[in-house]
């Protein structure tokens, strides 16, 4: 089992920024590849982007691209979603998910998920 906890979530001007984190525990953290995925009203949940289980390879989706860093410190248990330039369209409830070994654009192919993380950004 991995237990993840979001958090840094919160309410932000257009162009301002914000850094999301996620905490585990549990087994070993660098057996995993981590995602962050978002979730807006109505619509289904979306790939953001991911890190490989050694930090050395991350994937963005085309709207968060150049915008957004993952990265992660896995002798702290910690993943991070640096986010820059922030957009209305944004706003969301942001998750982190582990997957065993590789990562993945599909959110159902992640075994574990954090609770969530409210991100709004106000125009």
């Known amino acids: 089992q991995v237990q993840l906890v979001d958090a840094g979530g919160g309410l932000v001007q257009a162009g301002g920024s914000l850094r999301l984190s996620c905490a585990a525990s549990?087994?070993?953290?660098?057996?995993?590849?981590m995602g962050w995925f978002r979730q807006a009203p109505g619509k289904e949940r979306e790939f953001v982007g991911a890190?490989?289980?050694?930090?050395?390879?991350?994937y963005y989706a085309d709207s968060v691209k150049g915008r957004f860093t993952i990265s992660r410190d896995n002798a702290k248990n910690t993943v991070y979603l640096q986010m820059n330039s922030l957009k209305p369209e944004d706003t969301a409830v942001y998750y982190c998910?582990?997957?065993?070994?590789?990562?993945?654009?599909?959110?159902?192919?992640?075994?574990?998920w954090g609770q969530g993380t409210q991100v709004t950004v106000s125009s």
């Open positions: 549990g087994r070993t953290f660098s057996e995993y590849a």
């Open positions: 998910a582990a997957r065993f070994l590789m990562y993945k654009i599909d959110p159902g192919l992640y075994q574990y």
């Open positions: 890190i490989s289980r050694n930090g050395g390879t991350t």
